[in-house]
C-alpha cells in the first residue's frame, strides 16, 4: 500500500472560517509534508514534519498552521485565508526524514481549496 | 540561475514514439532524482527514482542521470494516450527537500 490520502477533495471557504485540511498514510513513513501548488506550476514546499515534529516551515503566513497528531496523520488548520491562498494542497510522505535516503516521497490526491 | 530547469512544453508526440524528457541542474549536492506524472487536478504519482548516476528501467520508462554534466532525462517507449500528463522532474540533496522543476505536458496524439 503506497497510498497517501487527503480529505477533503474539495474545499470552498470564506475568508473568515475555519476549516481544517487532513492527510493519512498507513505505510509506517516518518516524514509527512504539505505542498501548495498553483496551476501549472510546480508544488512548492510548506511544512515537513519528521518524527512528528515540525523541521520546517517555509516562511508560510501564520494563517496556516500544522499538527501532526502521530506518525499517520497530518493536519493543516486554516483560517483568514485570502482568494489568493486558493490552490491545490497536497500532502507527502516519505520512509525518513530525509527523502534521499529514504528513496521515494509520495503524494496525496490534493484538495482543492477556492476561498472566496 | 534556476536550480532545476525544465522545458514547460508543450510537447506533442504520436502514439508509439519514444518521448524524452530532460531537466538540468545547477547544485552539484542533487545526489537522489525523481520523476513525478501529474495529471490534471491531481496529485504527483512517482513513477521513477534514481540515486547518482545511471539507468533505471521499468517497463517502458527509463531514467538517466548523468551528474558530470548535471542532467537527468526520462524515457517513454511505446508511448501511449494514457501518457499524456505533466512531468515533474524532482532532486534532493541529503536534507529534507525536494526540488521540483516546472514540469513538462506531453501529449500523446493517437
Known amino acids: 500500500d503506497t497510498e497517501v490520502t487527503q480529505t477533503p477533495k474539495h474545499l470552498v471557504m470564506g475568508m473568515t472560517n475555519k476549516k481544517s485540511l487532513k492527510c493519512e498514510q498507513h505505510?509506517?513513513?516518518?516524514?509527512m509534508y504539505w505542498y501548495k501548488q498553483k496551476a501549472k506550476k510546480p508544488p512548492e514546499l510548506m511544512f515537513v514534519y519528521s518524527y512528528e515534529k515540525l523541521s520546517i516551515n517555509e516562511s508560510v503566513p501564520s494563517r496556516f498552521s500544522p499538527e501532526c497528531p502521530n506518525s499517520s496523520l497530518l493536519n493543516l488548520h486554516l483560517h483568514a485565508l485570502q482568494p489568493e491562498d486558493s490552490a491545490l494542497y497536497l500532502c507527502a510522505s516519505s520512509q525518513y526524514p530525509r527523502v534521499g535516503s529514504s528513496g521515494e516521497a509520495f503524494f496525496g490526491q490534493g484538495t482543492r481549496l477556492t476561498v472566496v | 540561475q534556476k536550480e532545476v530547469e525544465q522545458d514547460p512544453g508543450p510537447l506533442s508526440v504520436p502514439e508509439g514514439a519514444i518521448v524524452s524528457l530532460n531537466c538540468t541542474y545547477s547544485?552539484?549536492?542533487?545526489?537522489?532524482f525523481m520523476w513525478y506524472r501529474q495529471y490534471s487536478r491531481k496529485g504527483p504519482e512517482l513513477l521513477m527514482y534514481?540515486?547518482?548516476?545511471g539507468n533505471k528501467e521499468d517497463g517502458r520508462f527509463t531514467a538517466q542521470v548523468d551528474k558530470s554534466s548535471k542532467y537527468i532525462s526520462l524515457f517513454i517507449r511505446d508511448s501511449q494516450p494514457s501518457d499524456s500528463a505533466t512531468y515533474l522532474c524532482?532532486?534532493?540533496?541529503?536534507?529534507?527537500?525536494?526540488?521540483f522543476g516546472k514540469g513538462t505536458r506531453l501529449h500523446i496524439l493517437p
Open positions: 505505510m509506517g513513513h516518518r516524514a
Open positions: 524532482a532532486m534532493s540533496p541529503r536534507d529534507d527537500k525536494i526540488i
Open positions: 534514481t540515486y547518482s548516476s
Open positions: 547544485n552539484s549536492a542533487f545526489q537522489y
